[in-house]
């Protein structure tokens, strides 16, 4: 099976811009989250969302918004970028949610706000 | 709230020698499950091993094993044999069984160097 693909893989944009991620998680599995890393906050987790459902969101501002759709791929927007956005977004999927299954991860989107 | 504690934010190992890494975390949950997860310079995440809190029995796969002490919230990961491949960061996660989730709680990672 192909692994969980994220794209794009690197993005420059401006304070003020939005962006949108997106993600293919691994053919049969229903949940995606995403998390953000940072140097400074380290690994969070922003929010998961399974059969199109969002099932949990993280201690992130209202900028940040995700979505699923019927085949199971997500995306997330951010809204009026900030220098802090920069990050790497990564995003990993499961088979189902809550029952402590491995959650494998794609490559992630390295985004540089400037 | 679950916090999962990496103290050590470096350690250092020579090629075909053993290391551990050590991890704690802090839940009043009973049913959860501990990962520890590799992530090399490419940033890809790779699962390492995982371990089922309800399992005594500890997890190994091939040259990784772990050391879960469920009543001291402890769940170290000691590498044997180690390759030059090993070099990564490690970073242990938590997460909750049953609770309608999959938010993965992570610790702050430890950078993992291999000596040849």
């Known amino acids: 099976k192909a692994g969980v693909t994220q794209t794009p893989r690197y993005l420059i944009k401006t304070r003020g811009q939005q962006v949108t991620l997106s993600c293919s998680p691994i053919?049969?599995?229903?949940?995606v989250s995403w998390y953000q890393q940072t140097p400074g906050q380290g690994l969070q987790f922003l929010f998961e969302y399974f059969s199109e459902t969002q099932r949990n969101k993280g201690n992130f501002p209202g900028r940040f918004s995700g979505r699923q759709f019927s085949n199971s791929r997500s995306e997330m927007n951010v809204s009026t970028l900030e220098l802090g956005d920069s990050a790497l977004y990564l995003c990993?999927?499961?088979?189902?949610?809550?029952?402590?299954?491995?959650?494998?991860f794609g490559p992630g989107t390295r985004l540089l706000v400037l | 709230a679950q916090t999962v504690t990496q103290s050590q934010p470096e350690m250092s190992v020579q090629e075909a020698e053993t290391v551990t890494l050590s991890c704690t975390y802090d839940?009043?949950?009973?049913?959860?499950?501990l990962f520890w997860y590799k992530q090399p310079p490419s940033r890809q995440m790779i699962l390492v091993i995982r371990?089922?809190?309800?399992?005594?029995q500890n997890a190994t796969e091939n040259r990784f094993s772990v050391n879960f002490q469920k009543a001291a919230k402890s769940f170290s990961l000691k590498i044997s044999d180690s390759q030059l491949g090993d070099a990564a960061m490690y970073f242990c996660?938590?997460?909750?069984?049953?609770?309608?989730?999959?938010?993965?709680?992570f610790g702050t990672g430890t950078l993992l160097a291999v000596q040849p």
């Open positions: 839940t009043s949950e009973s049913d959860y499950y």
């Open positions: 990993a999927s499961s088979q189902t949610s809550g029952r402590g299954e491995t959650q494998y």
């Open positions: 996660a938590y997460v909750y069984y049953g609770g309608a989730t999959n938010k993965l709680i």
């Open positions: 371990q089922e809190a309800y399992k005594q």
């Open positions: 053919s049969g599995h229903r949940s």
